[in-house]
């Protein structure tokens, strides 16, 4: 019995001891997730160096080594948390589009950065990784829900197609952006949702 009691002890302090640890891990990356928007908007991300971001975050360097290989590792993680949120929400899919509405929230809180993503004067490494991200996840999902498609040789082929797709949502997001957020992310979350259904019904429909 005794065995027992300390065994389900032991059980609960262990719990508890991992919750603090993933607390204290998620704390940390925000944190330099943060400081890599933050100094990606104040000196451009090709500038921005790994001491740059940590003295920014107050987190020692070692730190930073522990959770990442460096600053383009922070960024690409970044970016998955972001399409990870999108296809929760069921936007690069079927569903309801809470996932699109929570990154436009991530947007309205950080426009700076995303116009260094995606604006006139964006930086190209960034741009690009996000078109890159965005293109890659629509096509992950369209083979995973239509593997029996195949491209017809008369017609443009399946990754151009949903590459317009995804370059097309992009630059709505940057139009967004560039026009000073004016409508709530609820309301533009809306609009591109259907924006994006038009052009992926359009590129579905069968030739006539």
Same mark, same amino acid.
């Given at each position: 019995?005794?065995?027992?009691?300390?065994?389900?002890?032991?059980?609960?302090? *262990?719990?508890?001891?991992?919750?603090?640890?993933?607390? #204290?891990?998620?704390?940390?990356?925000?944190?330099?997730?943060?400081?890599?928007?933050?100094?990606?908007?104040?000196? $451009?991300?090709?500038?921005?160096?790994?001491?740059?971001?940590?003295? &920014?975050? *107050?987190?020692?360097?070692?730190?930073?080594?522990?959770?990442?290989?460096?600053?383009?590792?922070?960024?690409?993680?970044?970016?998955?948390?972001?399409?990870?949120?999108?296809?929760?929400?069921?936007?690069?899919?079927?569903? #309801?589009?809470? $996932?699109?509405?929570?990154?436009?929230?991530?947007?309205?809180?950080?426009?700076?950065?995303?116009?260094? *993503?995606?604006?006139?004067?964006?930086?190209?490494?960034?741009?690009? &990784?996000?078109?890159?991200?965005?293109?890659? #996840?629509?096509? =992950?999902?369209?083979?995973?829900?239509?593997?029996?498609?195949?491209?017809?040789?008369?017609?443009?082929?399946?990754?151009?197609?949903?590459?317009?797709?995804?370059?097309?949502?992009?630059? =709505?997001?940057?139009?967004?952006?560039?026009?000073?957020?004016?409508?709530?992310?609820?309301?533009?979350?809306?609009?591109?949702?259907?924006?994006?259904?038009?052009?992926?019904?359009?590129?579905?429909?069968?030739?006539?």
């Amino acid at each position: 019995m005794e065995r027992v009691a300390y065994a389900t002890w032991e059980k609960k302090v *262990m719990q508890k001891f991992d919750g603090a640890t993933d607390l #204290r891990v998620r704390r940390t990356r925000k944190l330099l997730q943060q400081a890599l928007i933050e100094g990606a908007i104040e000196k $451009g991300f090709a500038a921005l160096t790994v001491r740059d971001i940590t003295e &920014r975050a *107050m987190v020692n360097r070692s730190t930073f080594y522990h959770h990442y290989l460096d600053k383009y590792d922070l960024l690409e993680q970044h970016l998955n948390e972001i399409y990870e949120m999108l296809e929760e929400g069921g936007v690069i899919g079927k569903g #309801r589009n809470a $996932g699109l509405v929570e990154l436009l929230k991530q947007i309205q809180r950080f426009p700076d950065f995303y116009r260094v *993503m995606l604006g006139p004067q964006a930086d190209a490494f960034l741009s690009q &990784r996000f078109r890159q991200q965005t293109q890659q #996840r629509y096509l =992950a999902y369209f083979h995973q829900t239509f593997p029996e498609a195949t491209s017809d040789p008369d017609r443009p082929p399946l990754d151009l197609k949903f590459t317009t797709v995804a370059s097309a949502a992009c630059s =709505a997001l940057a139009w967004w952006l560039e026009q000073e957020l004016p409508s709530p992310p609820e309301q533009f979350g809306h609009w591109l949702q259907q924006l994006i259904s038009d052009i992926s019904a359009s590129i579905l429909k069968p030739q006539q």
